[in-house]
C-alpha cells in the first residue's frame, strides 16, 4: 500500500462511525496454555462438595527435607460401591474447581464403573500453597515431576483413607496440561495408575511453537479464506499506522489503547501484536465448548463469529474490523482500555503474593521445562512477525532474573521430553484425545501408536470432550466420548488387557 493508500484508509477511519454491537465473549483472563475451563451448566440447587486437604511433602525428592504443606481436593463418593475403581481428575495450571464433582463426561463413565472420584489441585494454583509466596526461591519446587510426585502420593494415602481394597484400579483423566500429567502419571507410576485418558495434552517440549498460530489460521479458514486474507490485510495496515504520527494516533483511537505507541519500544509492539493475535486464538482454541471459561459472560463467540466481523466489508476497512473483535473483549469485561505496555506486564509477572493468580507460575514452568511460546516464526500464519521465540526468552529473564535465558530453557525442555518421551512415550492403556481445531494438538499424539490409542475428533477445540454432552454436539464428539467409555470398560474389565487399536 502506497502513502497515499495509506491516507485513504486513516481518513476513512476518522469518518466512519462507530456502529459497535453489543458482543458478549468468554476470553477473559485466558491462559497461555489453554486451560480446561469449568463446564457451562446450571447447578442451581446442586450441593458441591467441600474443599478437603492432603498432607503432602514440599520435596518428594530429597529426603532430607520434613517441610510439608496442605494440597486441596475434592471427593464425590455418589457412584462409589466397595471394589469399584477410583477415577482422578488431575488439576493444571489454574484453581480447581468443584463444578467438575458434578458434571464433566467423566462422570458418566464414574457413574457406569460405580467409581470414587477425586479432583486434585496442582501444587502452587488456586489455595495450594506450598510455600509463603511465588518467589523464585520457592518455585524450585513447581514443577511437573514434583506434581506427578504430589498424585502418586495422594494415592498412597486416599487408598488408606478410605481403606480400599487391595488390588483397587486407579484411572486418571486430564485435559490441557493436565492431560500431559495424566499420560505421565501412568508412564511414570505404572504400579498405581492403571490407566488414563489424556485429552488435548501436549508431550513435545518444544521452545519455538511457531505452528500454534498454524493451526488457528487453518482453524479459521474454515468459513472461507475472507477471514484469513481480512486479518492479513489489518495485519499489514497496523505495519503502516505504526510508521507515522497520523497512523498512530489513530491506532489508539481505534483500538482504544491505554498510551501512546512508541515504534521504538520494541517490546511494547509485540506485545501489541501478540494480544491482538490471541483475541483469535482463543476463540479457535475454544470454539463451540459446552464451557463456561473464567468467569465467562457466554461462551457463544465462535470462529463463526469473528470472521462474521472480519468479512463485514460494512464495517469498513480491514484493520477497522479487526479493532472490532478486539474492543469485544474489552466491552463485555468493562475494561475502558487496551493496555499492551509491556513495562507494566513485567509489574504484574514480578509480583510474588498468592493473591496475583496464576500467570507468574505457568510462566515460570514454560521457562523451566516446556517453552511452548506461540511465535510468529511461521511464515504462512497472519499476525505479524514481531513476537518472535526471543521476545518471550527475554520475558523469562525479566521476570525471574538473568540467569533463565535461552541456555536455562534449552537444557529444560531437553530434560522434559527425555524424562517423558515427547511424542515417541511408550505407555500402555492411555488414550491420547484431541480435536483438529485445537491448536495444541499440534504437539501432541493424534495418530495410533504401538501401544496406545489415540482419538483425532475433526472439528472440535480445546477438551471439547470432557465436556457435558449437549444434544448439539457433533456425531464425531458423540463416538469419541463412547469410544473412550469403550476403552476405559476394557481396561477395567481385563486385567492382562493387550490394546486393541481402533479409530473413530
Not at 502513502?3 to 459497535?20: E, I, K, P, R, Y
Not at 530434560?415 to 485445537?438: C, E, K, P, Q, W
Amino acid at each position: 500500500m502506497h502513502f497515499s493508500q495509506l491516507m485513504a484508509v486513516v481518513h476513512l477511519l476518522v469518518l466512519l462511525t462507530n456502529q459497535a454491537k453489543s458482543w458478549k465473549i468468554f476470553q477473559k483472563g485466558r491462559s497461555k496454555l489453554g486451560m480446561l475451563g469449568s463446564p457451562a451448566v446450571n447447578i442451581s440447587g446442586v450441593e458441591l462438595p467441600p474443599s478437603e486437604w492432603f498432607e503432602q511433602k514440599l520435596d518428594h525428592f530429597n529426603p532430607t527435607k520434613t517441610t510439608t504443606w496442605k494440597q486441596k481436593y475434592y471427593t464425590n463418593s455418589t457412584f462409589y460401591k466397595v471394589g469399584g475403581p477410583v477415577f482422578l481428575l488431575i488439576g493444571g495450571e489454574g484453581a480447581a474447581n468443584a463444578t467438575w464433582m458434578v458434571q464433566g463426561s467423566w462422570l458418566d463413565y464414574a457413574a457406569e464403573h460405580n467409581a470414587l472420584c477425586f479432583q486434585l489441585e496442582h501444587r502452587f494454583y488456586g489455595d495450594s500453597h506450598p510455600t509463603k509466596d511465588t518467589s523464585v526461591k520457592n518455585l524450585a519446587y513447581l514443577s511437573s515431576e514434583q506434581a506427578l510426585a504430589d498424585a502418586a502420593n495422594f494415592i498412597a494415602g486416599m487408598t488408606e483413607k478410605h481403606k480400599l481394597p487391595r488390588g483397587t484400579k486407579w484411572v486418571a483423566f486430564g485435559g490441557s496440561y493436565p492431560g500431559s500429567l495424566a499420560a505421565w502419571l501412568r508412564l511414570k507410576y505404572p504400579h498405581l495408575v492403571h490407566a488414563a485418558v489424556s485429552t488435548s495434552g501436549p508431550l513435545l517440549a518444544l521452545a519455538d511453537f511457531g505452528d500454534y498460530f498454524g493451526v488457528v489460521k487453518a482453524s479459521l479458514s474454515t468459513t472461507g479464506e475472507g477471514c484469513v486474507e481480512a486479518i492479513q490485510n489489518a495485519t499489514r495496515q497496523i505495519d503502516l499506522l505504526l510508521r507515522d504520527m497520523v497512523g498512530l494516533n489513530t491506532m489508539k483511537s481505534l483500538f482504544r489503547l491505554c498510551n501512546d505507541v512508541d515504534p521504538d519500544n520494541a517490546n511494547d509492539i509485540a506485545n501489541l501484536y501478540v494480544t491482538l493475535a490471541d483475541n483469535f486464538a482463543g476463540v479457535v482454541q475454544y470454539n463451540k465448548d459446552n464451557r463456561a471459561f473464567e468467569g465467562a459472560k457466554a461462551a457463544n463467540v465462535t470462529i463463526d463469529v469473528v470472521c462474521g466481523v472480519m468479512t463485514d466489508a460494512s464495517v469498513g476497512p480491514a484493520v477497522r474490523r479487526y479493532a472490532r473483535v478486539s474492543n469485544m473483549l474489552l466491552d463485555a469485561y468493562g475494561e475502558k482500555c487496551f493496555d499492551f505496555s509491556y513495562a507494566r506486564m513485567l509489574a504484574s509477572m514480578r509480583n510474588t503474593s498468592w493473591g496475583s493468580g496464576g500467570a507468574r507460575q505457568w510462566t515460570y514452568q514454560t521457562c523451566t521445562e516446556f517453552g511452548f511460546f506461540q511465535t510468529s516464526s511461521q511464515k504462512e500464519q497472519v499476525f505479524g512477525d514481531k513476537f518472535p521465540v526471543e521476545f518471550y526468552i527475554q520475558q523469562c529473564s525479566d521476570i525471574f532474573g538473568r540467569r533463565f535465558d535461552a541456555e536455562l530453557l534449552s537444557a529444560g525442555i531437553e530434560r522434559t521430553n527425555l524424562m517423558y518421551g515427547a511424542l515417541s512415550v511408550d505407555v500402555s492403556n492411555v488414550v491420547f484425545v484431541h480435536g483438529s481445531i485445537d491448536p495444541w494438538h499440534a504437539l501432541g499424539i493424534t495418530r495410533n501408536t504401538s501401544s496406545a490409542p489415540a482419538i483425532f475428533i475433526e472439528g472440535t477445540a480445546h477438551c471439547a470432550n470432557m465436556y457435558p454432552s449437549l444434544p448439539t454436539d457433533p456425531p464425531q464428539l458423540t463416538a469419541a466420548r463412547s469410544e473412550i467409555g469403550r476403552l476405559i470398560r476394557q481396561w477395567l474389565d481385563d486385567d492382562l488387557f493387550d490394546p486393541v487399536i481402533t479409530p473413530v
